[in-house]
């Protein structure tokens, strides 16, 4: 499920939180926050690929530097509690809610 808006994770380039999101993250602290229209969520992937859980968000984008991601990459993120999904189209990691 996709949230309407999201912000993101403090310390990345592209990991996006639910902005409802309500445990404890750090999010920047810019107040930024993106619309679902402004990072094209109507076009993620329906095909989706479960991977591997990682430790916390920073692994998901260390993964660049030894497995490249694919569009429709799914991962659980152990420190959040939650699912993200990587999508191409924005070089990014979405949280799915």
Avoid: C
């Avoid at 810019?30 to 430790?55: C, F, T, V, Y």
């Avoid at 509690?81 to 189209?89: K, M, P, W």
């Amino acid at each position: 499920m996709i949230a309407p808006t999201y912000k993101k994770m403090a310390g990345t380039s592209a990991v996006f939180l639910s902005a409802d999101f309500e445990k404890a993250s750090p999010v920047e602290r810019d107040g930024l926050i993106w619309s679902a229209e402004e990072l094209h969520l109507d076009q993620l992937p329906k095909q989706r690929q479960q991977k591997l859980s990682m430790a916390n968000v920073l692994a998901l984008e260390g993964l660049e530097d030894y497995e490249m991601p694919a569009n429709g990459d799914v991962r659980w993120v152990e420190s959040v509690g939650s699912e993200f999904i990587y999508f191409d189209l924005i070089h990014g990691w979405i949280q799915l809610t």
